[in-house]
T-cell receptor, first 116, second 111 residues
Framework: GAGVSQSPRYKVTKRGQDVALRCDPISGHVSLYWYRQALGQGPEFLTY????????KSGLPNDRFSAERPEGSISTLTIQRTEQRDSAMYRCASSSRPNANTGELFFGEGSRLTVL | QKEVEQNSGPLSVPEGAIASLNCTYSDRGSQSFFWYRQYSGKSPELIMFIYSNGDKEDGRFTAQLNKASQYVSLLIRDSQPSDSATYLC???????????FGGGTRVLVKP
């Protein structure tokens, strides 16, 4: 597609439910990053992929968070047993180079998660 | 200590003045540094990158890097109201190649 597409744009869920956030990167982009951004804060690194391989998941807060990119294109970030503190904007970004070593990440519009 | 630190602001500058933004980082091995701009309610977008010590100019923007001091700055000359946004400093970590962002500096340019 023309840009990074994320869905859903808005998700409201009840505490304890599982949610899946989807990211469709720019066609042909090699690396894909997930960030979480609280209001008034910078993006917080969660995890990233080169192709289908998860290179670094050190930013995932705990084992309720997981991500996959099975075919090296679309990625899903899954949060199990959601808690109110998980409420945030979740941003996906992609880059044409492995490891984003040009530093140019193209961000999607984000998925705003609200946990009640 | 945070990996990338910025003053949160807001930095208020009159139209036409120079806005000066600062960023420090903790990973001494980092080699690549970036400035992103984020308008309210929008996604970050890359405006500058710098890899070598010294200054790099692009239009009204100048990025400055001092690796010995682990310090990166961004100057915006002839500031315009349209420059009002949050500016995010990002550092490509030497270990793991993850791109780490600072908390951002909010800039307000007043006509």
């Amino acid at each position: 597609g023309a840009g990074v597409s994320q869905s859903p744009r808005y998700k409201v869920t009840k505490r304890g439910q599982d949610v899946a956030l989807r990211c469709d990167p720019i066609s042909g982009h090699v690396s894909l990053y997930w960030y979480r951004q609280a209001l008034g804060q910078g993006p917080e690194f969660l995890t990233y992929f080169n192709y289908e391989a998860q290179q670094d998941k050190s930013g995932l807060p705990n084992d309720r968070f997981s991500a996959e990119r099975p075919e090296g294109s679309i990625s899903t970030l899954t949060i199990q047993r959601t808690e109110q503190r998980d409420s945030a904007m979740y941003r996906c970004a992609s880059s044409s180079r492995p490891n984003a070593n040009t530093g140019e990440l193209f961000f999607g519009e984000g998925s705003r998660l609200t946990v009640l | 200590q945070k990996e990338v630190e910025q003053n949160s602001g807001p930095l208020s500058v009159p139209e036409g003045a120079i806005a000066s933004l600062n960023c420090t980082y903790s990973d001494r091995g980092s080699q690549s540094f970036f400035w992103y701009r984020q308008y309210s309610g929008k996604s970050p977008e890359l405006i500058m990158f710098i890899y070598s010590n010294g200054d790099k100019e692009d239009g009204r923007f100048t990025a400055q890097l001092n690796k010995a001091s682990q310090y990166v700055s961004l100057l915006i000359r002839d500031s315009q109201p349209s420059d009002s946004a949050t500016y995010l400093c990002a550092v490509l970590q030497a270990a793991g190649n993850k791109l780490t962002f600072g908390g951002g500096t909010r800039v307000l340019v007043k006509p």
